[in-house]
């Protein structure tokens, strides 16, 4: 953990508006990150999110969206089939275990968990940030999980913004094949870096490092937020660089400010981490952006989605898979059979809420209006 004094600490001088703020007395020592810090990050990042509330004041908007039931659907329950392709690969339902840990000994056992229920019912799988792992190679063992989950899509995860500082082409290639991944996950998080008292801050000029990392990797490059969502904007210049699919990550669910206001170190930086709580793009809005912006590409919907219920909705506004991390965590965190159970009760309620609203499959799901109150 950093010591509070160093964040008082004068960055070195250079342009720009984090330079500046350090000049005016910011907080924030920026881009003081380093590779022996990330091992802690991750253990404070999956105790505070199973100990504390985290999250945003936003809600995700999906619950302004209602199915029309139907009473008369024309269809078996057991004939319901939520199977969808996303990258190529076959998934048994449209589900994706949102990117969250490795690095510690904790988080094996839950990557573990979360793996295991992810073969047994074919859904799709990311891990947390491997850059620990790029450093410290005895890491590895914590993110891997192919042993046991042999046939799911799984993605391997980076920081964008390493691009800026060092990484390249080849440490995503690393990435992906440190753990046999199908596809990579660079994740953008602008704002948890600059409320993280080491956050590394310099976006500037990111989307043509991203753009090459696609052209050069050789495996599909998919870009998500981590809770604040996918402008329209960002939608058409991500699909402009190349990226095969947009994880919007929105608004309404786990708050990275949140979870970073409990790692503050002072009481100014917590101040300031909290104000915010109400910030980013709700989920069913970010979903509609990136289907404007990218109408070309798989969007994936995550942020705040809480059941299969949510998921269903999200693909009827036209995601093509709906991701959710935190209550996935929090049953991992408990055992193997909670992390099945939460699995098994999403996609059941996923199946229900297409058998009421009469679509027999994704497809027929994608298609099916969507009342707003
Ligand atoms: C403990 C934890 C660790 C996370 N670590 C990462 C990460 O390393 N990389 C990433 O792309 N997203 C990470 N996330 C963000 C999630 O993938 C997701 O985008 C975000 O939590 C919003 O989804 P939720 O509301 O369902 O939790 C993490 C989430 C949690 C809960």
Known sequence: MVDSASHYKTPPPGEGCAAKAAQAGCLWSFGRADETMLEQRKADHIRIN?????????????????????????????????????LGKKLRAPLLISSMTGGTERAREINRRLARAAQSHGIAMGVGSQRAALFHPELAGTFRVRD???????LANLGAVQLNYGYDVEHCREAVEMIGA???????????????????VNFAGLLKRIEAVCRTLGAPVVVKEVGWGISEQAARQLASAGVSAIDVAGGGGTSWSEV????????????????????????AESVLMARRGAPDLPIIASGGLRDGVD???????????????????????QSDEAA??????????????????????????????????
């Open 148 to 154: 046991i989950a042999p046939d799911i899509l799984l």
């Open 340 to 373: 099945d159970e939460a699995v098994v009760e999403t996609i059941t309620e996923l199946c229900i809420a297409m058998f009421a609203a009469g679509a027999g499959n994704i497809e027929a799901l994608r298609q099916t209006p969507l009342l707003k109150d």
């Open 182 to 200: 199908d596809a990579l996950i660079l994740h953008l998080n602008p704002l948890q870096e600059a409320v993280q008292p080491e956050g590394n």
């Open 260 to 283: 970073e206001k409990h790692r503050a170190t002072s009481h100014s930086m917590r101040r300031v981490a909290g104000r915010f709580r109400g910030w980013g793009i709700p989920t």
């Open 311 to 333: 998921a269903a909705k999200c693909i009827a506004l036209g995601a093509s898979a709906a991701g959710i991390a935190r209550p996935f965590l929090k049953a991992a965190a």
């Open 50 to 86: 199973l100990d504390q509330e985290v999250s945003s004041s936003l809600t995700t908007g999906l619950e302004r969206y209602r199915f029309v039931h139907q009473a008369v659907p024309e269809l078996d329950l057991a004939q319901v089939d939520p199977a969808t392709i996303l």
